[in-house]
């Protein structure tokens, strides 16, 4: 669909950029990704000629415009870059069938093989929040996928990371109960919120508060049925038998809500090469420094390596560490 044709983004989304004071204007192109009898909303950055593409994946407090801060960073770079809204989120209307982990998994994966037919060229994954274990889940599926980056790398299937992402510990005892339940409530939404520990998504309580007013974002209201795929979606590929590419994780140092230990669990277990990063003074959403200096740093390395590593020449070494 035509840029001209779409609803813009509401000028609460252009506040983030103020959180990331020194970097590069963002100037993303809007566009729909037909999928599904809907559409998919999807900021695009960059050169349509890069070598390289990244996809940002966002969790369940964020959406695509959210990243325009780091996406402008990564064009700057050379870069092109495509942050879509999942489902349910930012300006991508669903039904609430839709607005479910295994759904958004088969957008992201349509997308890919979209972008491919395109244009073929690598594709690496950026996963933030929840979104870096949904990036796994695409990068377990699709052939496309040469790379793959993650602030968390927390596995929700685990009761050690249920502890960490579920607001009550009443609301834990109740997740067997989640997906029957949706069943009944069918399209009922209630504040995301309410479930998660949004008061911690940053360090800074400004920030927090921005995310947790966006109704775009952590101000959202989801079916019952998000939180039940949440927990209940398995990868193709558990981490052992996981090699299709290798992995980064760049993770916050002062996580509070995802702390670096519950992501440990599951990026100790890949069996593909694989490095870990610490951001020095970064919450879960990380906008501090030296921790975004770090990110850069780790990361367009990575990004620059993939074109070798596709004639076979290996990324990384496995299990390098930083911190």
Not at 164 to 186: E, G, I, K
């Amino acid at each position: 669909m035509p840029a001209r044709d779409l609803d813009p983004y509401p000028a609460l989304s252009g506040r983030y950029a103020a959180f990331f004071p020194g970097q590069p204007a963002a100037d993303p192109r809007s566009e729909a990704f037909a999928w599904n009898g809907g559409s998919v909303r999807l900021d695009r950055h960059g050169s349509a000629d890069a070598g390289v593409t990244v996809l940002l994946v966002h969790g369940a407090g964020g959406y695509g415009r959210m990243f325009a801060p780091l996406a402008a960073v990564l064009a700057k770079a050379g870069h092109e870059v495509l942050a879509p809204d999942l489902p349910g989120y930012g300006l991508s209307a669903a039904p609430w069938t839709s607005i479910d982990y295994s759904v958004w998994k088969r957008a992201l994966l349509a997308l890919i093989e979209a972008e491919h037919r395109r244009r073929p060229r690598p594709i690496v994954l950026l996963g933030a929040s929840i979104g870096g274990y949904l990036a796994y889940l695409v990068a377990a599926e699709s052939p496309w996928v040469r790379g793959l980056v993650a602030t968390t790398l927390a596995d929700p299937r685990d009761p050690v990371v249920q502890a960490a992402l579920v607001r009550r510990p009443w609301m834990r005892a109740l997740l067997p109960t989640l997906r029957p339940c949706s069943r009944l409530t069918r399209g009922l939404r209630l504040p995301v919120r309410w479930f998660t520990h949004m008061q911690r998504m940053s360090r800074d309580p400004a920030l927090t508060a921005l995310v947790c007013a966006d109704p775009l974002g952590g101000g959202n209201r989801v079916p019952l049925g998000l939180m039940a795929s949440l927990f209940d979606t398995a990868p193709a590929l558990e981490p052992e038998q996981f090699q299709r590419c290798p992995v980064l994780m760049l993770h916050p140092a002062c996580d509070d809500w995802t702390p670096v230990a519950i992501s440990d669990r599951f990026f100790e277990r890949l069996a593909a090469p694989r490095q870990r990063v610490l951001l020095d003074a970064c919450g879960h959403f990380p906008i501090e420094q030296p921790g975004l200096d770090q990110m850069r740093d780790a990361l367009l390395p990575f990004l620059q390596r993939i074109a070798p590593h596709i004639s076979g020449k290996p990324l990384i070494e496995n299990d390098q560490s930083s911190k």
